[in-house]
């Protein structure tokens, strides 16, 4: 197969059409298939969401970077807790002619019960913590230092939590008290630290590797036996916020290896001669807004895999 990190651009795809299995859900980029009652097949489509709107163009060979992205980084974390990897191939549960649908983009997992929360981790204040920072000077219920710039180094990781929201609709950040309410205390503290060494352990390895991991978010489960989980995808630029060392600097948002540039264009973005209200349909994305997305994502995978 192509590497998709040298620059190869697959035919995109926006949705899939499997018929050999029963479809369970259209995520935002995923498309998830029922095989049997224990597993379940996820498809990383090229969909693009931003500001929680799917975008109308894919990102050619996308799904195929995110899927090779997260398999990387779940190898490197399984000594840290558990991941939904069965190991099985997906090709051998899929009809002969779904296969291309399939190949180079997909993890045979196993069926979880998700925790109704996302697991954010930031390590540097960005995005709505940024904003957030300028009002309270805390963000998610946690202080912090007075002083601080858009894109400045926290003195150490930070958990912030949100609620999972329906397509369409925005994640809430939430405290760790409320967080708390939701999954149970016991559980709260598990994931909290938890993800905060997952951050530490795959921010200190994409350090060396050129990028800095401003902030992620992680997805949890339990199995049938209880068991926390981590599912879903881990750590690619559709749910981290990436930055180039080398073009760092506190004080403003850094060049990104993720789908900034596209939140960036859309910011500017006009519908009927008014900034767009950040509401489906999403103006259309020009080409070059599209290829070059799809590089800094190409990129991104080299520099981890190199």
Not at 50 to 67: S, W
Request: proline residues 8%.
């Amino acid at each position: 197969m192509p590497n998709a990190a040298q620059g190869h651009a697959p035919a995109a795809l926006l949705n899939t059409s499997i018929a050999s299995l029963p479809l369970l859900a259209r995520g935002k980029v995923r498309d998830n298939y029922a095989v049997g009652t224990d597993r379940m097949l996820m498809v990383a489509t090229d969909r693009l969401s931003a500001f929680d709107v799917i975008m109308g163009e894919p990102i050619p060979g996308k799904g195929e970077l995110l899927t090779r992205m997260a398999l990387f980084w779940f190898e490197r974390l399984q000594s840290i807790v558990p991941n939904h990897l069965t190991g099985d191939d997906p090709l051998g549960v899929v009809a002969a002619n779904e296969r291309d649908q399939v190949r180079g983009r997909s993890m045979l997992v196993k069926r979880l019960n998700p925790l109704p929360v996302e697991a954010v981790v930031r390590g540097y204040l960005a995005g709505s913590g940024w904003a957030e920072y300028q009002h309270s000077g805390s963000v998610c219920g946690v202080p912090l230092p007075a002083g601080l710039s858009n894109a400045s180094k926290l003195p150490e990781p930070i958990f912030t939590p949100a609620t999972k929201a329906e397509i369409g609709d925005h994640d809430e950040n939430i405290d760790f008290a409320r967080m708390s309410t939701i999954v149970g205390a016991d559980l709260a503290q598990r994931v909290r630290a938890v993800s905060i060494q997952l951050y530490t352990t795959a921010a200190a390895l994409a350090l060396r590797k050129g990028i800095i991991i401003a902030d992620t978010k992680f997805e949890f489960g339990l199995d049938a036996h209880g068991t926390l989980t981590l599912m879903d995808e881990v750590l690619t630029p559709d749910s981290s916020r990436f930055w180039p060392v080398e073009g760092y600097a506190e004080g403003a948002n850094p060049p990104s290896y993720d789908k900034q540039f596209v939140r960036d264009w859309l910011e500017q973005a006009r519908v009927d001669d008014q900034p767009w209200n950040k509401r489906a349909p999403a103006p259309p994305l020009p080409a070059a807004v599209i290829e070059q997305t799809a590089a800094r994502y190409r990129e991104a995978l080299a520099r981890l895999t190199a």
